[in-house]
């Protein structure tokens, strides 16, 4: 059974704190990327990556930095977490659309992080 | 404004109501995917589309490039129908696949 795997679906973390959210698929996807979902705003890029130690950024970075060393791992950091950071957070995979034209998606079960 | 408009927003039916939900966008795309987020948080990805229309059961899709248009209908909706449904529409080029989020339609079905 394919899988996207988040480290952790729960975290409370004060402000200042360094945060690290975990996110490992076993597809070999190329493709893996960090959503924040908060009410009304639906889901917002933060980061991509298409390749190992490649990555881009996405809409909302600012705060943000990204770790991929390893195809299958990519780990999103908050280097000094702050109140409005507070949210969850989903991981997804996909092949490029090169290699595999179904296209799908598959999304973690996401990490709700509440910061003090 | 967001580059991926969803409507409506809530949308409540009596089960056996056939049910549609749109997306309209406004730039260019390659790709456009429809996605199903239940209560509790996990999303699935139900199509994606570059032209035309996909089936699966009772979900179709269909999309109209030219009129950057697309919807997802639900024939003879059921309780467990009830999502959030969730389009996005997908770059190309190699190194920007990355894609751009409506906020999401919610499916409520009504015994």
């Known amino acids: 059974d394919v899988k996207v795997t988040q480290s952790s679906r729960y975290l409370v973390k004060r402000t200042g704190e360094k945060v690290f959210l975990e996110c490992v698929q076993d597809m070999d996807h190329e493709n893996m990327f960090w959503y924040r979902q908060d009410p009304g705003l639906g889901l917002r890029l933060i980061y991509f990556s298409y390749d190992v130690k490649m990555k881009e950024k996405g809409d909302i970075p600012e705060g943000y930095s990204v770790s991929r060393e390893k195809k299958e791992r990519f780990s999103l950091i908050l280097e000094s977490a702050s109140t409005n950071q507070t949210s969850m957070y989903l991981c997804?995979?996909?092949?490029?659309?090169?290699?595999?034209?179904?296209?799908?998606?598959?999304f973690g079960e996401g990490s709700r992080l509440t910061v003090l | 404004k967001n580059e991926v408009e969803q409507s409506p927003q809530n949308l409540t039916a009596q089960e056996g109501e056939f049910i549609t939900i749109n997306c309209s966008y406004s730039v260019g795309i390659s790709a456009l995917h429809w996605l199903q987020q239940h209560p509790g948080g996990g999303i699935v990805s139900l199509f994606m589309l570059s032209s035309g229309k996909k089936k699966h059961g009772r979900l179709i899709a269909t999309i109209n490039i030219q009129e950057k248009h697309s919807s997802l209908h639900i024939t003879a909706s059921h309780p467990r129908d009830s999502a959030v449904y969730i389009c996005?529409?997908?770059?190309?080029?190699?190194?920007?696949?990355?894609?751009?989020f409506g906020t999401g339609t919610r499916l409520t079905i009504i015994p």
């Open positions: 996005a529409h997908r770059g190309t080029n190699f190194g920007n696949e990355k894609l751009t």
């Open positions: 997804a995979s996909s092949f490029l659309l090169g290699r595999d034209f179904t296209g799908e998606l598959f």
